[in-house]
Every structure is written in C-alpha cells, then in structure tokens.
C-alpha cells in the first residue's frame, strides 16, 4: 500500500469514528426522548439524553465535510458518490435529531 492509501485509510477511520459517534448520539437521544416523553422524572434517562443531544452540538459538520474532501480529491466518480451519500445521511441524521432533542428538552423544559 502506497502512502498516500495509508493517509486515505486513515482519514476514513477518523471519519468512520465520527459516524459512529453521530449514530450513537442519535440512537440516545431517540431512545431516551421517548422514555422521557412517557416519564418526565426518569433521572438517568434525562442524563443521557442531555449528554446525547450536547454531543450531537459539539459535532463540528463542516469539519466532516473537510475530512471528507480531503479523501475524495483522487477517487473516482463512483466511490465519491458513495462517500458523499454516507456523509448526507449522517448529517441529516444528526440535524433531525438535534431538531427532536431541542423540542422535547423545551417541551419538558429542562
């Protein structure tokens, strides 16, 4: 493997990390909106749900989009289609989540 494949594995793991973390963010803060939509004194879930929806805040988009542009300067067309498609869905992923996070925490006002 060349050096520059190597700076590309890299830069995908990174960007890998950051997806995981976005899905995990969303699935917790999913789960726990529900559980405190049912029950508003649910201690450990409103925990969760708080740090979920701070991670999802704290999660810098643009610096995926430029993680991402790095690696796909010398792909071909058919490989940047399905980078850009994964990146799409994971940032709107984590906009209807932050959405869902910021009126739930309103409507239970915490």
Do not use: C
């Not at 493997?1 to 594995?9: E, P, R, S, Y």
């Not at 740090?51 to 542009?69: N, P, V």
């Amino acid at each position: 493997m060349t050096m520059w494949a190597d700076n590309i594995k890299f830069v995908k793991d990174i960007l890998d990390g950051k997806y995981k973390k976005i899905d995990d963010a969303v699935a917790e803060v999913n789960e726990n909106a529900e559980i405190l939509l049912k029950e508003p004194d649910a201690g450990k879930s409103k925990e969760l749900f708080l740090s979920a929806g701070r991670t999802l805040e704290l999660m810098e988009t643009k610096e995926i989009l430029q993680l991402l542009q790095t690696i796909l300067d010398d792909m071909h067309e058919k490989e940047k289609e399905i980078l850009e498609t994964e990146a799409n869905s994971k940032i709107d992923s984590r906009l209807a989540a932050l959405e869902k996070y910021k009126k739930v925490k309103s409507q239970l006002k915490i």
